[in-house]
């Protein structure tokens, strides 16, 4: 019992040093614990034309498959297209970390990654969000340097979106899109590290880009957050994303993102 309580502890230590690079509005090329499960409950605000504040509920459970392997399921509800809640659709993210560089305190990480979206929404704007907004799939890679209390990551995605369940997309809507980001992360507190019950404290800096392959647009938003990690295994992040510049129609320019997250170690 001894043994296994010791192994446990190892696995939260070691989750714990890389905090910095759990990034809140895009992925790192690192993965999860292997068997483990985590289960996450993303809310979003969204100020709207309308004058009203637009809510959406965003379910997602991720599977640690192995150590190179993960993948997320996410369901979608808003109140963004009609004023009451809605159910919009589903999507499935996976994650395959192919190349690990790894040193003391710092390691050097890519990944490819890929998503599927089926969304039940209108087809309104030439932004492509496979998160609740269109139909569609993306592949494309991220890379992570880890360089103690600092993480930067890097994203490429190429995107296409397909007709939504009920609503087609409009031939003067975008269907190809790039998505880019730079993110980086740093680990505030602990100052020094001496258990895995310790509150992590992490702040984030990220830039998130879209530019359409058809020629009709593209923006750059930045989005600060801050996260807290409670006894290695939960955690609230708390974000805000607003637009820099650029041209891309979209249902808001400013959203405010609340996540909290469990995960259990060893689940399967």
């Known amino acids: 019992m001894k043994y296994i ?46 004058n009203r504040a637009g809510l959406r509920l ?47 305190r710092a390691h050097f990480r890519i990944a490819g990654t890929g998503r599927v979206s089926l969304i039940n929404n209108p087809v309104s704007y ?62 505030l507190l602990p100052k020094t590290y001496t258990d895995y019950k310790q509150t992590n404290v992490n702040l984030y800096v990220e830039f998130l880009g879209k530019s359409s392959l058809d020629n009709k647009g593209s923006l750059i938003d930045i989005a600060p957050a801050v996260q807290f990690i409670f006894n290695s295994t939960t955690r609230l992040d708390l974000s805000y994303q607003t637009q820099l510049s650029g041209n891309l129609s979209r249902t808001s320019n400013t959203t405010y993102l609340i996540r909290l997250e469990h995960n259990l170690f060893n689940a399967f």
């Open 5 to 50: 309580k010791f192994l446990v502890c190892l696995i939260l230590l070691s989750g714990k040093l890389y905090a910095q690079e759990l990034y809140v509005n895009t992925e790192p090329a690192s993965n999860m614990a292997t068997k483990a499960i985590g289960i996450r409950l993303n809310t979003e605000l969204q100020p709207l034309a309308d």
């Open 58 to 104: 965003n379910p997602e459970v991720m599977f640690g498959f192995s150590k190179n392997l993960m993948v997320h399921a996410n369901l979608y509800a808003s109140s963004l297209y009609q004023p009451a809640l809605n159910f919009e659709g589903a999507s499935i993210y996976a994650k395959y970390r192919f190349l690990a560089l790894d040193q003391p």
């Open 126 to 187: 030439n932004s492509i969000n496979l998160q609740g907004d269109n139909s569609g799939y993306s592949g494309g890679l991220v890379v992570t340097q880890l360089l103690h209390k600092l993480a930067l990551s890097a994203t490429a995605n190429a995107v296409h979106s397909l007709n939504n369940i009920s609503n087609p997309v409009p031939a003067a809507i975008s269907r190809n899109q790039l998505d880019y980001s730079f993110s980086a992360g740093y680990l």
